[in-house]
């Protein structure tokens, strides 16, 4: 019994995809034009018609200017300069002057700048000493604490694997004070003394009004060509200003922090711990009009996470160092640095006007106002009251018949004849005929006919 089912289920199956191929391959369909006089529907036709033609003109022509070619391939290079004099007041009360060759490190980087705003100077000698505080693996009571010990990412040098009792160990002078403490610290051999990041650092007064210069050049290789931030008019000297200096690519560091941090008190922990800042110049240029009328858009912004937000590192720092050697003792000045350092960023786009993008864009226009037909048939043929109605004038069904598949076929019949004057025998002939005799037709005065019943007989069979 299942077996019976699922050949019935295939068989319908197969029949379907018979009807489906044979319609596909037989039936042709062409649109049919329904006139309908109806003010409803010829009222949201043209609404939205209109909607369409005020978005493709306002939006697609006006704003995305549809009728040009436009490229964001660009090709740029930034030039940095930054300018001012800053101090630093010393612990021992003594003032110390900074220019730009001491508060710019690296003095050049590709497409950003550091600028110094607080650091910590070690002075260190190559030599031994204990090991720093804070390192916790170096905290000892005998030698035997400091053998054997597994590397550590905070150690200031190679653990010599001495136990130094009194963390007071001048390792300069060799010199140890007589009080000894029950825990010392391990000795390491390196730089000495270690650096200590909980002294008192030094910040840089007066940088809020250090200046940088932003010298950028572009070229959009499409349209070959090129163009930079300068105007030919600028006068210097001249500060950035939104409104008045709008043109002028030389920035206050008091503007950008102004943009890119509110809270005050998050400023002066970027000043203090360092911080990172993004500058984007943006492009967007008409070559329609004089390239000289191009005019770059700054912003700015802040990469790194607020203090408040108490991240895993805060801030922004690096170490350097400078050497030098004096009676074959190595010296140097280790500096932990803080400060901002600013990222510049270039994007930009170009359009010109193309015949063939106008064209295309155009012809898109003209097949969107085919979904305002759309949204109207739907609404017409299956949501509206009148929808079987309005159905039936739209679709309608068209049979053609072929020569062979109008003919009706008919059975075949056999007719008796005797002909006595064109023959000298009786003899009955078997004849097919394809057309009826009428009974009442007169038979001629020569012959003698016999009409059994008559029938349509079709012509292909006839022809056998």
Known sequence: MGSKVSFKHRYHIGKSVKNFLMGYFTEYETPKLVSIHSAKYAGLLRIIQII?????????????????????????????????????????????????????????????????????????????CAESIKVKEAICKNDNDCFNKTFSPKMNGRWTGRCLLSPDTNAVNKTTNNTKTPTGLCEYAGWCPPEDDQSSTMPVQETLNFTIFIKNFIEFPVFQVKHKNMADELKKPCIFHPQHHKDCPIFSINYIMNEVETNITERNLMLRYGGIVCIKIDWDCNLDRNIKLCKPEYSFARLDVPFHEKPFSAGFNFRYASHWKYNRTDFRVLTKAFGLRLVITISGKAGKFDFIKLTLNTGSLVGLFGLATF???????????????????????????????????????????????????????????????????????????TVGPTSFISSIESEC
């Not at 490229?71 to 612990?91: F, M, N």
């Not at 739907?378 to 018949?401: D, G, M, T």
């Open 375 to 449: 949204v109207c048939d739907i609404i017409l043929l299956h949501i509206s009251k009148r929808a079987s109605l309005y159905r039936n004038h739209v679709f309608e069904i068209v049979h053609l018949r072929t020569r062979s598949t109008s003919t009706i076929a008919m059975p075949r019949i056999f007719l008796k004849r005797r002909d006595d004057t064109f023959s000298k025998i009786h003899s009955n002939v078997e004849a097919e005929l394809s057309f009826e005799t009428p009974n009442s037709t007169p038979a001629p005065s020569e012959k003698q006919v």
């Open 52 to 128: 369409i033609l005020i978005y493709s003109i306002v939006y697609l022509f006006l704003f995305e200017k549809g009728y040009q070619k436009q490229s964001t391939t660009i090709t740029s290079s930034v030039t940095l300069k930054v300018k001012g004099i800053g101090y630093v007041q010393t612990t021992e009360n003594k003032t110390i002057i900074i220019d730009v060759a001491d508060y710019i490190i690296p003095p050049s980087e590709n497409n950003a700048i550091f600028i110094k705003t607080n650091f910590i100077q070690t002075d260190q000698t190559r030599s031994t």
